[in-house]
């Protein structure tokens, strides 16, 4: 089965430090992989698509094919970070491809 | 926010009854899906639809049934309510453009509590 793993569940920093937030995937050809945020209480909203290759709120995440991972970055983290982060990719099975999500990781930024 | 709203938003009903959460959309997107969001498990896709009257199963699809009798709109069912189906529910929908990577794009979620 397809997985998507997302080691940890807390990463606490503080503002202006460095974050890295992992996410890996089990071995599939060519994968499609997100990565979704969730600020409190909300919905979850696309952070970034490994596709577009694009830089949202200073997040980066570059696709690793010999490690299958996909980590989301960022240099320096604001208070404002403070989310909930769902790595996911696509599944193409059925009539039709849906997400598998990792089980998410909670960022906490602190000032 | 993509013209996805989720009714209701909350809602608490006891062990037994049936409950019905509707999703709806004004995209007009073919493919619309419905998870459910547990602490330690991330979201879990219970049921989508890729078309009018076309549903099939996710993985967590035991206990819910969908229907799907208008584009616009996406009905999760649970025919008997447990303490278990307790959660976060979440609809979501996507247009899978030929040549492009699916996105989708979530409702607000409701807030289901079963006693």
């Known amino acids: 089965a397809q997985r998507v793993t997302q080691p940890e569940k807390l990463l606490s920093v503080f503002k202006g430090a460095p974050v890295e937030l992992k996410c890996n995937y089990s071995y599939s050809g060519s994968p499609e992989l997100f990565w979704y945020v969730q600020y409190s209480r909300q919905r979850l909203q696309l952070l970034l698509r490994?596709?577009s290759r694009e830089s949202i709120k200073g997040f980066t995440a570059d696709l690793n094919k010999g490690e299958t991972s996909f980590h989301l970055k960022k240099p320096f983290a604001q208070e404002e970070d403070s989310a909930m982060y769902y790595c996911a990719r696509m599944n193409y099975g059925g009539s039709q491809g849906n997400l598998i999500f990792g089980k998410g990781t909670k960022l906490s930024v602190k000032p | 926010d993509a013209g996805i709203t989720q009714s209701p938003r909350h809602k608490v009903t006891e062990t037994g009854t049936p409950v019905t959460l509707r999703c709806h959309q004004t995209e007009n997107h073919r493919y619309m899906y419905w998870y459910r969001q547990d602490p330690g498990h991330g979201l879990r896709l219970i049921h989508y639809s890729y078309g009018v009257k076309d549903t099939d199963k996710g993985e967590v699809s035991d206990g819910y049934s969908v229907s799907r009798s208008k584009t616009e709109d996406f009905l999760l069912t649970l025919e008997s309510a447990t303490s278990s189906q307790t959660s976060v529910y979440f609809c979501a929908i996507s247009e899978r453009l030929a040549g492009s990577t699916d996105t989708q794009y979530f409702g607000p979620g409701t807030r289901l509590t079963v006693l």
């Open positions: 490994h596709i």
